[in-house]
């Protein structure tokens, strides 16, 4: 497997309390995604980074920021939670776009209460 | 904006038996990629398709990219308990640099 580790693995939060993910990368890769799965949905990209401080968004942005200050580690912030953003969140690199696959971390399971 | 339609969206198949899964794009696609899921995992990278009409087979595994670029379809031949997951097709736009995943493939295999 890749070099990707997602941190917190599970995560319980209240509504409108902050919540961030860390995704963290040992493979040098420039590309980073954040998507979300939710049942019937499949995986759909909120955010994703092109480089340092590159960022662009994804299909379901509403709610979410990221930042990106190290090629190794690409944040995910919930600026207040919501009972709609309860789902499994996963991190995944590539080491570009067209032809590259993308590898997925282990990813989080976050619950907004 | 593009999207991708996978059907059906469960399969139960009885174990030894061939089934197939359908991949649809609203757009034409750069090349399509396919990832496997294990419950409670994370999706793995299958395969990749970039030519019109390709077709790819790993062992019992066959892979299809449509002529006109914006289908494509996973054959699995005497299906092994191994096989349970969820498979999801993934296509990119020529102009995009980003995937756009279909809803997947959830499939349970009956002994």
């Known amino acids: 497997d890749a070099g990707i580790t997602q941190s917190p693995r599970h995560k319980v939060t209240e509504t409108g309390t902050p919540v961030t993910l860390r995704c963290h990368q040992t493979e040098n890769h420039r590309y980073m995604y954040w998507y979300r799965q939710d049942p019937g949905h499949g995986l759909r990209l909120i955010h994703y980074s092109y480089g340092v401080k590159d960022t662009d968004k994804g299909e379901v942005s509403d709610g979410y920021s990221v930042s990106r200050s190290k090629t190794e580690d690409f944040l995910l912030t919930l600026e207040s939670a919501t009972s709609s953003q309860t789902s499994v969140y996963f991190c995944a690199i590539s080491a570009g776009t067209k032809i590259y696959e993308q590898y997925f971390g282990p990813g989080t399971r976050l619950t907004v209460t | ?73 996973l054959h699995i031949t005497a299906t092994q308990t191994t096989d349970v997951g969820t498979y999801f097709c993934a296509g990119q736009e020529a102009a995009g640099n980003k995937l756009t995943f279909g809803g997947g493939t959830r499939v349970l295999v009956k002994p």
């Not at chain 2, 999706?43 to 914006?70: C, D």
């Open chain 2, 1 to 73: 904006g593009q999207q991708v339609m996978q059907i059906p969206q469960y399969q139960h198949v009885q174990e030894g038996e061939d089934f197939t899964t359908y991949c649809n794009s609203s757009t034409t696609l750069s090349n399509i990629q396919w990832y496997k899921q294990r419950p409670g995992g994370h999706p793995v990278f299958l395969i990749q398709l970039v030519k019109s009409g390709e077709v790819k087979k790993q062992k019992r595994l066959t892979f299809q990219f449509g002529e006109a670029k914006k289908n494509s379809s």
